[in-house]
């Protein structure tokens, strides 16, 4: 059985790729430091799936950690989630980011060289692209690299040493995947986005304050050049992120060199839009009030997701009703502690 190694794995986008991989006939194996994520994730994938992932709680960037999963499975690819990935902590603290992340690749890169492993899926970002103009929506060949904070630089770095990694060793395959915004959560209600102490992203913020747990939402600057006022995002539900990179393994174990697609649905969504939506999909209010903005939004990020349809055979099919239906079921279920 062809066995794959997700680093990270049991985190949001780990833990729903898990499932999906199960589901399209893997065996996976997740090695995770839980410094993001709780190991109960584990069994939560056994009960969606049916099928108990093998799992090793090392830091990935440990090659001695390491080299224990490669030498008890043959790993035929892997799926490289392990790192850091809060905007703002990592503009107050860029070394631990660049060590942390750099280093569990280029450990990872040694290793799978070492026993022979070819083949590596990036969780790569949108936020590696620049500012757009004129609401372009962002290709493959588009300039990247000009971040704004050391967390998209990581992801940027990281590309270029897979990226230079496939050119030096014809037979290694790189796909980078390029996130835009991740949102909703496993229809089961038992897998999701668990954001540790408040959190940054838009809709766990939301859900909060469905939720009570959080008094209001602050909607950070209505006064961008969009036609609401609020930043526009390509939000994307994490089941068909979590397809997206089932596809991205097939393209993988046909091709090499270093192949670079989007996911995203190639819609726009702003904050107010998102809001009322959510409102909507569940009958809720949502108080917010209007705040200065925040240090680093851009006013619109959204997805040319052409290449990814065309050459992965793999489209976003789940809509914004879904991803605010599947968010508040999954907060629902983390407020009843039964699956802490
Ligand atoms: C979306 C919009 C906020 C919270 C980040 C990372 C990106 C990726 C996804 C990892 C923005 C607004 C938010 C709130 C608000 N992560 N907002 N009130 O910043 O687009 O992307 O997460 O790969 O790399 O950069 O996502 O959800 O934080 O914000 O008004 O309480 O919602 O200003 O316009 P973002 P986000």
């Not at 108990?52 to 990935?60: G, N, Q």
């Not at 026993?115 to 757009?132: D, H, L, P, R």
């Not at 851009?298 to 599947?326: E, Q, T, Y």
């Amino acid at each position: 059985m062809t066995t794959i190694l997700l680093t990270g794995g049991t985190g949001y986008i780990g833990s729903h790729t898990a499932v999906e991989l199960i589901a399209a006939g893997y065996e996976v194996v997740i090695a995770d430091d839980l410094s993001n994520s709780s190991k109960n994730v584990v069994d939560r994938i056994a009960q969606i799936s049916g099928k108990k992932p093998s799992f090793y709680e090392i830091d990935v960037a440990d090659k001695d950690d390491l080299r224990k999963v490669f030498s008890s499975h043959h790993i035929d690819a892997v799926i490289h989630f392990a790192g850091f990935k809060s905007v703002s902590e990592s503009v107050r603290e860029p070394l631990k980011y660049y060590r942390n992340n750099l280093d569990a690749t280029l450990s990872l890169l040694e290793v799978m060289k070492a026993y022979g492993c070819e083949k590596i899926i990036f969780s790569s970002s949108a936020t590696v692209y620049g500012v757009s103009v004129d609401s372009h929506k962002f290709n493959e060949e588009d300039e990247t690299g000009n971040c704004s904070n050391p967390y998209g630089r990581t992801k940027s770095m990281i590309e270029d040493i897979l990226s230079d990694v496939s050119k030096a060793d014809e037979g290694f395959t790189s796909i980078l995947l390029r996130y835009f915004n991740p949102v909703g959560a496993h229809e089961s209600g038992l897998i999701g986005e668990e954001p540790n102490g408040i959190p940054n992203n838009l809709m766990p913020f939301i859900t909060q304050v469905a939720a009570g747990i959080l008094p209001k939402l602050k909607v950070f600057g209505s006064d961008y050049d969009t036609p609401d006022g609020t930043c526009i995002r390509d939000y994307i539900h994490v089941v068909d992120l979590a397809r997206g990179h089932v596809a991205a393994l097939e393209y993988a174990f046909v091709h090499t060199g270093c192949g670079i697609f989007n996911l995203g649905t190639g819609k726009g969504t702003s904050v107010l839009e998102m809001i009322h939506a959510f409102e909507e999909a569940n009958g809720l209010r949502i108080p917010y009030e209007i705040a200065e903005r925040r240090a680093g939004d851009v006013p619109f990020c959204v997805a040319d997701p052409s290449k990814a349809n065309d050459i992965l055979g793999w489209k976003a099919d789940k809509d914004i009703v879904d991803m605010c239906r599947d968010s508040w079921r999954w907060q629902q279920n983390c407020r009843n502690e039964s699956i802490k």
